[in-house]
């Protein structure tokens, strides 16, 4: 195996996150929930994947894990190529500010806050002095067509609007990779196509890794790599001749 970060070998991408036979089980009232049972997966540096499945097939749950916002009960799970086991608390989440940007499907902005405000919250939680702050989020805005829009609240800005603005805090810290959970789940089809269109400039144009979580089809096939979930379980990927996908359990 390469060394986090670098070719392995075969011309494949750098890897960005890996899950190796990642398990994940919640005990609800005394019952056993596997939301995942023996996941592995690699994303290189720079892909646009789509997760795809059914609700209730552990995409969101897969997605939460990748993201560092949860960790595995059992198996391998590393980002940036440092394994999470090893983290405490704090240091997951340094980690998780500084490589991986969010996009939700409900916007998850702050309603009383401007959009320049949203898209710095980022930063805040890594010391960055207010002034650049500001001129770090003017330029992520910039950069998704709301240059117009820094001092308006939610509120006042359309479901696109809103997404983008979401889209440009992901960006402000300049990640590795972007999850993005059902990002067109609430907008019309129209305005998903534009968001969709966005992700897949910003992919292009920036190098970034976008991971898409969709039940969508029409969603998934925008993405140059499929990766369907059933079950808890990886079931097919496109790009299984570069990365191992365990064969689905009966």
């Known amino acids: 195996m390469s060394e986090p970060g670098q070719p392995d070998g075969h011309g494949a991408p ?3 996150l890996e899950a190796v036979d990642v398990v994940r089980t919640y005990e609800l009232d005394g019952v056993s929930v596997h939301a995942l049972r023996g996941v592995s997966l690699r994303i290189g540096a720079g892909e646009l994947v789509a997760v795809l499945g059914p609700s209730g097939s552990g995409k969101s749950t897969l997605m ?3 993201g560092a916002l949860d960790r595995p009960s059992a198996g391998t799970l590393r980002i940036g190529g440092r394994d999470v086991a090893e983290l405490g608390d704090a240091e997951l989440a340094r980690l998780r500010n500084a490589t991986v940007g969010f996009v939700f499907q409900s916007f998850a902005l702050l309603p009383r806050t401007t959009a320049l405000e949203n898209v710095g919250l980022p930063l805040v939680y890594r010391g960055v ?3 650049e702050r500001r001129r770090r989020a003017a330029e992520a805005l910039a950069a998704v067509g709301l240059a117009h829009r820094t001092g308006h609240r939610p509120t006042q800005l359309s479901g696109g609007e809103q997404q983008r603005v979401a889209i440009a ?8 990779v ?10 019309d089809t129209q305005t998903g196509e534009e968001v969709m269109d966005l992700l897949d400039r910003l992919n292009a144009e920036r190098g970034m890794a976008v991971v898409l979580v969709t039940h969508d089809p029409e969603v ?3 993405a140059r790599r499929q990766v369907h979930v059933r079950d808890g379980l990886v079931v097919s990927d496109s790009g299984s001749g570069r990365h191992r996908v365990p064969s689905a359990a009966p």
């Open 129 to 131: 002095r207010a002034d």
């Open 178 to 187: 972007v999850l993005a959970d059902e990002p067109t789940g609430n907008l």
């Open 169 to 176: 805090r992901a960006l402000v810290g300049d990640p590795d």
């Open 64 to 66: 939460h894990l990748l």
């Open 220 to 222: 998934a096939a925008r």
């Open 14 to 16: 750098p890897v960005a």
